[in-house]
């Protein structure tokens, strides 16, 4: 609340809130058609030749996700803390803290396992389509935020540029660094997947 409740009455915010989850979700399912068949890959060959150090790295992944996904029950069975109360600021510093290490560790492992694997580069160039997918997803995303916050404002004012942001933070200014973020790192990812296909090209 505020915003369930508005996404339910006004059809525009309810509409490109479920653009954001439809973005996600296709997003996460190209990420795994591309990324599974090279963790399968990069494990036979870890077995076959009995380099188990690769194994731990692919593991890190889940492990890491396990214990962000942990903390975050464990947080939201604490309850929040009161809204004047610092340790409010801490446990959200220690929540974000904990996902950036676990997602910087998982890519940094995956990574050294895919280098020490010798994996068959056509898995590589099929990869390729599915990152392009997953690029474009996170673009319809963080265009479907700004129109979000478009018709959040207009449909529900009050809302929007109230005080319901991050830690009890202005509205309208987390979504502007929501939306920063977002459209820093849709960047990123097209860039990638352009030089991938120009890379398969060549």
């Given at each position: 609340?505020?915003?369930?409740?508005?996404?339910?009455?006004?059809?525009?915010?309810?509409?490109?809130?479920?653009?954001?989850?439809?973005?996600?979700?296709?997003?996460?399912?190209?990420?795994?058609?591309?990324?599974?068949?090279?963790?399968?890959?990069?494990?036979?060959?870890?077995?076959?030749?009995?380099?188990?150090?690769?194994?731990?790295?692919?593991?890190?992944?889940?492990?890491?996700?396990?214990?962000?996904?942990?903390?975050?029950?464990?947080?939201?069975?604490?309850?929040?803390?009161?809204?004047?109360?610092?340790?409010?600021?801490?446990?959200?510093?220690?929540?974000?803290?904990?996902?950036?290490?676990?997602?910087?560790?998982?890519?940094?492992?995956?990574?050294?396992?895919?280098?020490?694997?010798?994996?068959?580069?056509s898995l590589y160039r099929?990869?390729?389509?599915?990152?392009?997918?997953?690029?474009?997803?996170?673009?319809?995303?963080?265009?479907?935020?700004?129109?979000?916050?478009?018709?959040l404002a207009v449909a529900?004012?009050?809302?929007?540029?109230?005080?319901?942001?991050?830690?009890?933070?202005?509205?309208?200014?987390?979504?502007?660094?929501?939306?920063?973020?977002?459209?820093?790192?849709?960047?990123?990812?097209?860039?990638?997947?352009?030089?991938?296909?120009?890379?398969?090209?060549?």
């Amino acid at each position: 609340p505020p915003f369930t409740t508005s996404a339910a009455d006004q059809p525009a915010v309810g509409w490109t809130y479920a653009a954001v989850v439809g973005g996600a979700i296709v997003s996460l399912i190209a990420v795994v058609v591309a990324g599974v068949p090279m963790a399968i890959a990069i494990a036979r060959t870890a077995v076959e030749r009995r380099r188990w150090r690769n194994l731990g790295l692919l593991a890190v992944p889940p492990i890491s996700l396990a214990v962000w996904v942990a903390l975050t029950a464990l947080l939201i069975a604490l309850g929040d803390p009161p809204a004047g109360d610092p340790w409010r600021i801490v446990i959200f510093l220690v929540w974000v803290g904990v996902f950036i290490v676990a997602a910087l560790a998982s890519t940094v492992a995956v990574s050294a396992a895919a280098l020490d694997a010798e994996v068959d580069g056509s898995l590589y160039r099929r990869a390729t389509t599915p990152a392009l997918v997953t690029a474009v997803a996170m673009a319809v995303v963080a265009a479907a935020v700004v129109l979000w916050g478009a018709a959040l404002a207009v449909a529900s004012p009050a809302a929007f540029w109230g005080s319901d942001g991050i830690l009890g933070s202005s509205t309208p200014l987390t979504w502007l660094g929501v939306v920063a973020v977002m459209v820093a790192a849709t960047c990123f990812a097209v860039r990638a997947a352009i030089r991938a296909r120009s890379d398969r090209a060549t």
